[in-house]
């Protein structure tokens, strides 16, 4: 079970879990922590195992307690939690995002696989997942279009991002008091407070957090295309603020305002407020994407 990437990842999951908790407390139920992370209980029931014997939980009947808070060092590396195949789309989404190809770049599962030192097996098997996006067009021979992340693309896209984002918000607020998202969402406002008091030193750290606020509310959920989408947007997002460096600080003031009347609407669970706040933000970040596209646009594919 310890070499599976499912129980890596559900393991640092449960680290997440552990971090919002005080040493004595009660962790959530196996049942809660299943539904949250997605997984099995069993893989659950494996994970606690795992937490008991490095030192981090100690059982008490039928309940775990918090022995002491995680350490860095306790998490298994991001590269272990991840399928090869969620490797393969991930060092995908980089390459194009990077800016080794422009629009109108044929590819073939072959190249692809030399690429990224995979097989053409795996290649053909994952190639249509990035076409449902609109990122790539089958063409004759076993060939693929590479249409680009064009303005058209980004519109499109976050279109799609709105209704997402509001549909998951509905589940997040759905969710009672005690669970883990909401324990996660309130040190996240906390981790905002901060960085916004920060802000002339920290603004860097940014990406890292509107990562975690956005997955925190998609994932509960408890919908796959929902999550998949996401990681779409996650890499968007993280190769945008690549893309235009130029008024970083600003752009993450701003985003940081938003996001903390966005979290408290949430904490509150006042949909209007929350339909607002989030229409506004995501506002925002489509025309900070539209203006790093534009950006993108205009410099040659590196090698």
Known sequence: MKGNAVYKRSYNGCLSICETLAPGAEMPSENEISQSLSVSRTTIRAVMAGLEAAGILTRQGASRRLT????????????????TSATVERRFLEWILQGHIGPGHLLTAAEL???FGTSTTIIREHLPHFQHFGLIERRPNSAWLFKGVTPAFAHEIYDVREMFELRAARSFIALPDPSPPWQRMRTIEREHRALLADIDTGYALFPDLDERLHRTVHETADNRFIKDFYDIISMLFHYNAQWDAEDEKQRAFTALSEHLAYIEALLRRDLKAIDRAC??????????LLRSIELRLKKPPSL
């Open 279 to 288: 229409r506004q933000h995501l506002k925002t970040a489509r025309s900070n």
């Open 68 to 83: 002491r808070r995680p350490e860095p060092t306790d998490a298994f590396p991001d590269t272990q939690t991840v399928s």
């Open 113 to 115: 696989a030399r690429q």
